[in-house]
């Protein structure tokens, strides 16, 4: 069973920055891409961003050239760096681990962008 427990939400400026961090325990194969998703209120939950163990990246248009996906492996973490940040980035994010067949989700970490 793996575990993923999110940090680094909260409230920010339209047009300031945040850094989510996502750390992973427990057994996990080495190939595996870990990622971000955002749920907005009232609609079904989308993809964020993803980068592979092996480096590979990728971004939802929404968020190219804004945001920045990084990890660790030997720390089982994942980052993402949110900048410009928009009112409608005000939802809430969840970590999520792909390895193999099983998908890993986090509780979620809310970011509320206000000014």
């Known amino acids: 069973q793996v575990q993923l427990v999110e940090s680094g939400g909260g409230l920010v400026q339209p047009g300031g920055s945040l850094r989510l961090s996502c750390t992973a325990s427990g057994n996990m194969i080495k190939n595996n891409i870990m990622g971000w998703y955002r749920q907005p209120p009232g609609k079904q939950r989308e993809w964020v961003a993803d980068?592979?163990?092996?480096?590979?990246?990728n971004y939802a248009n929404a968020v190219k050239g804004r945001f920045t996906i990084s990890r660790d492996n030997p720390k089982k973490t994942v980052h993402l760096q949110m900048d410009s940040l928009q009112l409608e980035d005000t939802v809430v994010y969840y970590c999520?681990?792909?390895?193999?067949?099983?998908?890993?989700w986090g509780e979620g970490t809310q970011v509320t962008v206000s000014s």
């Open positions: 980068m592979g163990s092996g480096g590979s990246i």
């Open positions: 999520t681990l792909r390895a193999g067949v099983d998908t890993y």
